[in-house]
């Protein structure tokens, strides 16, 4: 299955859409010009286990880097993703 991985600021959120659905997505609110919080993220049961997750949040981190901004990871997914894995920890809000 194609898909395509974009942040939309509009939105707040980073969306996966094959075609033109929006099946999963990591949401987030802006909290000033430089950090974001990410507060939910949602897939789709049809996507469960295909790694879709880790995929929305790796768009943002190169999101976050690009944009020179950090992250407060409120989101169970995400907070427990960047306590894995310390080669995102630069984005990270402290």
Do not use: W
């Not at 974001?36 to 879709?52: A, F, K, M, N, P």
């Not at 949040?57 to 990871?73: G, Q």
Request: some cysteine; charged content about 25%.
């Amino acid at each position: 299955m194609s898909f395509h991985i974009e942040v939309q600021e509009t939105k707040g959120a980073v969306v996966y859409s094959p075609e033109t659905a929006e099946l999963a997505a990591m949401h987030f609110s802006l909290a000033g010009a430089d950090k974001l919080i990410i507060d939910h993220t949602e897939v789709d049961d049809s996507l469960r286990g295909q790694g879709i997750g880790k995929k929305l949040l790796e768009v943002l981190v190169a999101y976050l880097r690009e944009n020179e901004m950090k992250a407060i990871p409120l989101c169970p997914f995400a907070r427990a993703a960047f306590e894995k894995d310390a080669s995102i920890h630069d984005v990270l809000f402290t």
